[in-house]
């Protein structure tokens, strides 16, 4: 029989997702685990009895209204089905087959998965030892090919962050040409203030494009919706290749009444941020490695013991997520959540 699909796609590794076990403290999908914003839950249900008529696919109220919160004009704006969705089709507007895709690895496991099903070729620049974006490595290997750069801010799935002056430094080292992704996924747990934002250090240069979403501290995660504010016809561009009406009702429905409750989000995102600042040093009698962490998880560099180690966390009822050969990234949880994965921590490293 004759082959019907692509043979270098062989070759890519499946998305990974954090396992759900029964019975289990879930610590694998950097989720909030404080449940839906109040308004969430009845702005879905409303939502439901539309379900019929599709959704308003130019996404106006939610784009009108991340515009009006973040101080950008709505053209500036696109949605799609969470800020990765929105990462694919920036690779889908910038690359052609044999273009060049660079990124620090290791970094977001969906930007290779990207860079192939767009035949796109990857750039992967080594992260430092500090497991850290090296932007100076990045800036020295972009080449006439590189058409998508991607920075992770903080970086998934090491909690590190690049610093203002250092962004800087690099944007204005990479041609006018080349497009720049700031993958913000969890700007909402920064709290080093020498952290940029995005927005309001880059979000005037052209080749620049912020990326957000509302699955993390939003806590939106089961309805895959996120944005991107770009240079008018760049987030035109991708309004044009986003799959038709993928920002479903409910989604849009509920990111707005999420978005109403912006307090409670951030009073929940300070909690998150308060238990990580608890676990950093606990973790760091274990493994004296582990960076710091600008994110709603934590990183631990075990190497080769990575899946030993989230085994160990999985018979004492804990799931983290393991890299193997890397590390294991490990969600903030509530307390108690935390208290349990530290004692796993500490009979599988003490």
């Known amino acids: 029989m004759s082959r019907l699909t692509r043979l270098d796609l062989d070759a890519l590794p499946d998305y990974v997702p954090g396992r759900n076990v029964p019975g289990a403290i879930k610590l694998a999908s950097n989720e909030v685990p404080y449940g839906p914003l109040p308004g969430v839950v009845e702005a879905i249900a409303d939502a439901a009895t539309g379900v019929h008529r599709y959704p308003d696919m130019g996404v106006v109220a939610l784009r009108e209204t991340l515009a009006e919160r973040y101080g950008v004009d709505p053209d500036r704006i696109a949605t799609g089905c969470g800020s990765v969705a929105l990462a694919e089709h920036l690779a889908r507007v910038t690359c052609l087959p044999g273009d060049e895709m660079l990124y620090s690895w290791r970094s977001f496991e969906a930007y290779p998965i990207i860079a192939a099903t767009t035949a796109a070729a990857s750039l992967r620049v080594p992260n430092t030892a500090e497991h850290a974006h090296d932007l100076p490595a990045m800036a020295a290997a972009i080449t006439d090919k590189t058409r998508l750069v991607l920075v992770c801010n903080p970086n998934n799935p090491t909690g590190t962050a690049v610093r203002g002056a ?29 952290v940029p934002d995005g927005l309001a250090v880059a979000g005037d240069r052209p080749n620049v494009v912020v990326l957000r979403t509302l699955s993390k501290a939003w806590g939106l995660a089961g309805l895959r919706i996120g944005f991107l504010v770009a240079a008018p016809e760049v987030a035109a561009a991708v309004r044009k290749v986003v799959t038709p009406f993928s920002t479903s009702s409910a989604a849009q429905a509920a990111a707005l009444a999420a978005l109403r409750a912006s307090d409670e989000m951030q009073r929940r995102a300070d909690q998150v941020v308060a238990e990580r600042e608890r676990l950093l040093p606990a973790l760091r009698k274990l493994c004296a490695e582990v960076p710091e962490s600008q994110a709603n998880f934590v990183w631990l560099p075990l190497g080769d013991r990575s899946l030993e180690f989230a085994a160990a966390c999985e018979r004492a009822g804990v799931i983290v997520r393991p890299f193997a050969g890397d590390g294991v990234r490990v969600t903030i949880g509530t307390p108690e959540e935390n208290d349990q994965f530290l004692s796993a921590a500490e009979a599988a490293l003490g």
């Not at 944007?171 to 020498?194: G, I, K, M, Q």
């Open 166 to 194: 250092e962004l800087d430094a690099f944007l204005d080292a990479v041609p006018e040409n080349v497009l720049v992704v700031l993958d913000e996924a969890y700007r909402e747990f920064v709290t080093d203030a020498s």
